[in-house]
């Protein structure tokens, strides 16, 4: 085995091959991929191969759509097959709000210029004569949908990889990970060790054991996921043609064709964490013992819904480990805390968004950032105040609601309240509505005297509506208090932090006790932080920004070099804050303290 490399990625799933195939196609030459065992190791040998593409993020369907559209390219490439099957996906809605959700993801696919439209309900009889549609109130067809062999395109990756000039190990177990004083990475293996400059941990299920190598503890939880495959149906054989992917999400199910069968996986309420403190490390081609009662109700569902499962044969049933996050979304991108530590993790729809996690994960290595803003599934978004408990409770959710529909701005309410403020109680007991950032409760809106602190979350407008415009007209006509404490705070000082910040912040720096808006912008100009520079001293600076970024905001801060002359302190665990706003706000300061607040 080589002694260096430019990249180490641990895990030959289809998140490690895909990073090693983008690298490659980029001319990244000296990528060394590490596998314990046999490529697919981990989760991605027993998935069900389906794929669901529109993503009510607009960046995230693109990577989604990116994926998808790759598989054929990569067949071509690489003469591995992925077992492609180009069926289109049926969106069915049985709700009004149901409803309303795929108009609207209709509405943005038209923006991204992708095919997803409404059809007849006679169009999807059409497409699939064997669906009950009683209770279906519209429909839409994604014509990009498809369903894969998950070994089969993991391969086709790892193919195009070596092909490229990608060393895949297998059978090579990553014992150890050490910073170098460099920035770089020493890896160990029982083969013999490397050193890197970049290291990527893929290690799927075994993501938070790869992790602590490195001293970072990620916030994955494994859980117990069931599908089946019937035995071959009579109706679906006399078909003579292949049906398109069924998403009848209201019943927490998901449903296609295999073979002359199908293939029914379900999202059951009270879902089983599976290795809460640790993945066997001698875990691998097994699957877990089945037990179909659990997701009984999801399957009755399904059987409503496609009448001739009712008499069908199960022929194999499926139950393996899935990872999770305690936002159903992937851990993407380079960790805040480590220097060139790359990580993919929580990965749960990998087939469909796989590829294109590969390709951002390749320009974050190479060009210091990836071309499209991934904040949702951007690793930063999560800090050390991520507890145990709260990535169970999370994740348990997670795994029971993952096809319910929400709203926009609407809260989860699993693992909270976890980071409290001193003013918190008072704040509720004051009507305040919470939402978590960063792990912070913080007050959304206060509901008035007389009016219960409830929020039913709608794409229509809510009980938010009119306290928060009453709140909006108070602070524009007179004053009010906002509660800042969620905010991100650094203390930057030294005798070269004003230098050091000049040059990470697009707006002069104030002067001397003055306070500005000072942007940090990335290398392509878009925006890290807005923060609100105050400077303190001459060599003295408070910066403030966004609560939830913080992670983010220290990770361009160590990008950016502040080693010597520059020193940076977190302030926001320690500090509350108080933003008192509005015409009259020099007035109320002057009655609480007797001040002259006049210019
Ligand atoms: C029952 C089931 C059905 C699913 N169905 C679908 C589906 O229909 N569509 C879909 O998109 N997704 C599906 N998934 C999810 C999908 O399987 C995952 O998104 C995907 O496999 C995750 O891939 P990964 O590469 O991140 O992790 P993994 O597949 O877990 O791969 C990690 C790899 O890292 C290796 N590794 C670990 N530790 C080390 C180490 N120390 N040194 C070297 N190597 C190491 C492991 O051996 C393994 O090969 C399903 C999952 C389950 C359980």
Same mark, same amino acid.
């Given at each position: 085995m080589?002694?260096?490399?430019?990249?180490?990625?641990?895990?030959?799933?289809?998140?490690?091959?895909?990073?090693?195939?983008?690298?490659?196609?980029?001319g990244?030459k000296? &990528?060394?991929?590490l596998?314990?065992s046999?490529?697919?190791?981990?989760s991605?040998?027993?998935?069900?191969?389906?794929?669901?593409?529109?993503?009510d993020?607009?960046?995230?369907?693109?990577?989604?759509?990116?994926?998808?559209?790759?598989?054929p390219?990569?067949?071509?490439?690489?003469?591995?097959?992925c077992?492609i099957?180009?069926?289109?996906g049926i969106?069915l809605?049985?709700?009004?709000?149901?409803h309303?959700?795929?108009r609207?993801?209709?509405?943005?696919?038209?923006?991204? !210029?992708?095919?997803?439209?409404?059809?007849?309900?006679?169009?999807?009889?059409?497409?699939?004569?064997?669906?009950?549609?009683?209770?279906?109130?519209?429909?839409?067809?994604?014509?990009?949908e498809?369903?894969?062999?998950?070994?089969?395109?993991? #391969?086709?990756?790892?193919?195009?990889?070596?092909?490229?000039?990608?060393?895949?190990?297998?059978?090579?177990p990553?014992?150890?990970?050490?910073?170098?004083?460099?920035?770089?990475?020493?890896?160990?293996?029982?083969?013999?060790r490397?050193?890197? @400059?970049?290291?990527?941990?893929c290690?799927?299920?075994? !993501?938070?054991?790869v992790?602590?190598?490195?001293?970072? #503890?990620?916030?994955?939880?494994?859980?117990?996921?069931?599908?089946?495959?019937?035995?071959?149906?009579p109706?679906?054989?006399?078909?003579?043609r292949?049906?398109?992917?069924?998403?009848?999400?209201?019943?927490?199910?998901?449903?296609?064709?295999?073979?002359?069968?199908l293939?029914?996986?379900?999202?059951?309420?009270?879902g089983?964490?599976?290795?809460?403190?640790?993945t066997?490390?001698?875990?691998?081609?097994?699957?877990?013992?089945?037990?179909?009662?659990?997701?009984?109700? #999801?399957?009755?569902?399904?059987?409503?819904?496609?009448?001739?499962?009712?008499?069908?044969?199960?022929?194999?049933? &499926?139950?393996?480990?899935?990872?999770?996050?305690?936002?159903?979304?992937?851990?993407?991108?380079?960790?805040?805390?480590?220097?060139?530590?790359?990580?993919?993790g929580?990965?749960?729809p990998?087939?469909?968004?796989?590829?294109?996690l590969?390709?951002?994960?390749?320009?974050?290595?190479?060009?210091?950032?990836?071309?499209?803003?991934?904040?949702?599934?951007?690793?930063?978004?999560?800090?050390?105040?991520?507890?145990?408990?709260?990535?169970?409770?999370?994740?348990?959710?997670?795994?029971?609601?993952?096809?319910?529909?929400?709203?926009?701005?609407?809260?989860r309410?699993?693992?909270?309240?976890?980071?409290?403020?001193?003013?918190?109680?008072?704040?509720?007991? #004051?009507g305040?509505?919470f939402?978590?950032?960063?792990?912070?409760?913080?007050?959304?809106?206060?509901?008035?005297e007389?009016?219960?602190p409830v929020?039913?979350?709608?794409?229509?407008?809510?009980?938010?509506? !009119?306290p928060?415009g009453?709140?909006?007209?108070?602070?524009?006509s007179?004053?009010?208090?906002?509660?800042?404490?969620?905010?991100? @705070?650094?203390i930057?000082?030294?005798?070269?932090?004003?230098?050091?910040?000049?040059g990470?912040?697009?707006n002069?720096?104030?002067?001397?006790?003055?306070m500005?808006?000072?942007?940090?912008?990335?290398?392509?100009?878009?925006?890290?932080?807005d923060?609100?520079?105050?400077?303190?001293?001459?060599?003295e600076?408070?910066l403030?920004?966004a609560?939830?970024?913080?992670?983010?905001?220290?990770?361009?801060?160590? @990008?950016?070099?502040?080693?010597s002359?520059?020193?940076v302190?977190?302030?926001?665990?320690?500090?509350?804050?108080?933003?008192?706003?509005?015409?009259?706000?020099?007035a109320?300061?002057?009655?609480?303290?007797?001040?002259?607040?006049?210019?």
């Open positions: 080589q002694k260096t490399a430019e990249v180490v990625i641990v895990g030959g799933g289809v998140a490690g091959c895909s990073v090693a195939y983008h690298l490659a196609k980029r990244c000296n &990528v060394v991929l596998e314990r046999e490529l697919t190791s981990g991605t040998w027993h998935a069900a191969g389906n794929t669901h593409v529109l993503q993020n607009a960046n995230l369907s693109k990577l989604h759509y990116y994926t998808v559209r790759l598989y390219q990569l067949e071509e490439e690489t003469g591995q097959s077992g099957h180009p069926v289109g969106y809605a049985s709700t009004p709000e149901r309303d959700q795929i609207i993801q209709a509405s943005k696919a038209k923006y991204l !210029g992708l095919d997803f439209q409404t059809i007849s309900l006679e169009d999807v009889h059409e497409m699939n004569p064997l669906l009950n549609l009683d209770g279906i109130i519209s429909a839409m067809f994604e014509h990009n498809l369903h894969i062999d998950p070994s089969g395109v993991t #391969n086709a990756y790892a193919a195009g990889a070596r092909m490229n000039g990608v060393k895949i190990h297998r059978n090579t990553v014992t150890a990970t050490t910073q170098q004083p460099n920035g770089g990475w020493l890896v160990e293996t029982p083969e013999g490397i050193e890197t @400059k970049y290291l990527v941990n290690a799927g299920l075994w !993501g938070r054991e992790g602590k190598l490195a001293g970072i #503890n990620l916030p994955l939880m494994p859980m117990e996921h069931q599908y089946f495959v019937s035995e071959s149906i109706e679906i054989e006399a078909l003579g292949e049906i398109p992917l069924i998403h009848d999400n209201d019943g927490e199910y998901y449903m296609r064709q295999e073979g002359k069968g293939l029914v996986g379900a999202y059951e309420l009270g089983l964490h599976w290795a809460v403190d640790g066997p490390l001698d875990f691998g081609h097994e699957l877990l013992p089945n037990d179909l009662d659990r997701v009984l109700d #999801n399957v009755v569902r399904a059987m409503d819904r496609m009448p001739c499962l009712e008499t069908a044969g199960i022929k194999r049933i &499926v139950n393996g480990p899935m990872i999770w996050t305690p936002d159903l979304m992937p851990l993407v991108g380079e960790v805040s805390q480590l220097t060139n530590y790359f990580v993919i929580g990965l749960i990998g087939f469909s968004i796989g590829g294109g590969g390709l951002m994960m390749a320009e974050w290595i190479l060009d210091g950032q990836p071309s499209l803003d991934i904040w949702p599934i951007d690793v930063a978004r999560f800090g050390d105040w991520v507890t145990h408990d709260y990535v169970l409770d999370t994740t348990a959710d997670n795994y029971q609601t993952r096809f319910r529909l929400f709203f926009p701005y609407e809260e309410t699993a693992g909270r309240p976890l980071r409290t403020r001193p003013a918190y109680e008072h704040q509720k007991d #004051n305040a509505m939402g978590a950032q960063f792990g912070w409760e913080v007050p959304m809106w206060f509901a008035p007389g009016m219960p929020e039913n979350f709608s794409f229509r407008r809510t009980e938010s509506f !009119g928060v009453d709140e909006c007209r108070t602070i524009r007179s004053v009010g208090l906002l509660d800042t404490s969620a905010y991100a @705070k650094f930057v000082k030294g005798p070269r932090a004003a230098e050091w910040l000049d990470l912040t697009t002069t720096l104030p002067r001397h006790r003055r500005s808006l000072a942007p940090m912008v990335h290398l392509r100009g878009g925006v890290v932080a923060f609100t520079v105050a400077r303190l001293e001459d060599d600076f408070l403030i920004g609560g939830v970024a913080e992670n983010a905001h220290l990770r361009w801060f160590r @990008k950016n070099g502040f080693s002359g520059v020193d302190t977190s302030m926001s665990v320690d500090w509350v804050g108080m933003s008192i706003s509005g015409p009259n706000s020099r109320l300061l002057s009655d609480l303290t007797g001040e002259d607040f006049s210019n």
